[in-house]
């Protein structure tokens, strides 16, 4: 069986109203992996990772993940989890959603990002879901969304 995954992060750069100068503020980049391909073979689990560097101005955030693509969460594709982490040890794995988002809240420090990424974010495909997929090539985008907490 062969199997090609395609998936796209992005982050949200949303317009949002004028905010007063002391109003809380987030931001997020991704630093390393702006795009996976990957190739399933017939063997094993099917894994990928991304560095974000996510900052907020009070320590805190809530990262919105959706997937943007009619062919997840259909039968012919593979089911996957998104695992996410951040530096300071907040941590989240569960299934991605078809519609939807899936909502994580983590912290950051301050200066948190010098060069590297404080926010890994993980695409875990499963052998057995894999194996019940029909074989071909799907493409998803994953847009992610920050604002402070």
Known sequence: MFMTILAF?????????????????????????????LRWHGVGDLRASAQLCVS??????QLDIQ????????SEAPPFEIAISTRAGDR??????????????????PD???????VTIELRFQQSGLT??????YLERIHLSVRPL
């Open 56 to 61: 907020s101005s009070t320590g805190r955030f």
């Open 92 to 109: 989240l794995v569960q299934p991605a959603k078809a519609t939807g988002f899936t909502t994580f809240e983590g912290r950051v420090l």
């Open 67 to 74: 997937p943007m693509s009619t062919s997840f969460g259909t």
């Open 9 to 37: 992060l992005g982050v949200i750069g949303a317009q949002p109203a004028p905010v007063a100068a002391d109003s809380p503020v987030a931001s997020a980049r991704l630093v390393s992996q702006d795009q996976f391909q």
């Open 132 to 137: 019940e997929a029909i074989a071909g090539a």
């Open 112 to 118: 948190d990002c010098m060069g590297t990424g404080n």
